[in-house]
């Protein structure tokens, strides 16, 4: 299912419907893959592994709500202890929980946005990176 979601704190942060079968899924088991791209030129695609927390810290669910504000445009609030917000059929109904996704392995491919832009030495490489 795909995600909206915002880098921040060197982690992807994503919002999932309570009842949602993501949320469910999470909920029951933290392990999870998220996969996305880059515009930016090279372009360059992420396959990003890891385990995605639950972030209850109000704190820190604050911090969450004003990135995806500023960064995505998407009016979040702060609810009891819960995000809400307008609706996105991706992430299902509010209330929200948000996810915090700290990578173990990320995995950056070459992307196909712009590839014909640049010569092909150009490119990004395969490239792997572990959490040390």
């Not at 919002?15 to 079968?21: I, K, V």
């Not at 820190?60 to 995000?83: F, H, I, M, Q």
């Not at 950056?108 to 030495?121: N, S, V």
């Amino acid at each position: 299912m795909p995600l909206i979601a915002a880098w921040l704190d060197d982690a992807l942060y994503f919002l999932s419907g309570e009842g949602t079968r993501k949320g469910r899924n999470l909920a029951h088991e933290a392990r999870c893959v998220v996969a996305t791209g880059s515009t930016t030129l090279p372009s360059l695609d992420l396959i990003i592994e890891g385990r995605a927390e639950r972030i209850t810290d109000q704190e820190t669910l604050r911090r969450g709500v004003e990135a995806y504000g500023t960064k995505l445009e998407w009016p979040l609030e702060l609810s009891d202890g819960g995000v809400t917000g307008p609706n996105a059929p991706t992430a299902g109904p509010p209330p929200y929980a948000m996810f915090r996704l700290v990578p173990s392995r990320i995995f950056g491919l070459p992307g196909m946005l712009g590839m014909e832009q640049f010569e092909p030495g150009d490119l990004p490489r395969p490239t792997r990176w572990d959490r040390g």
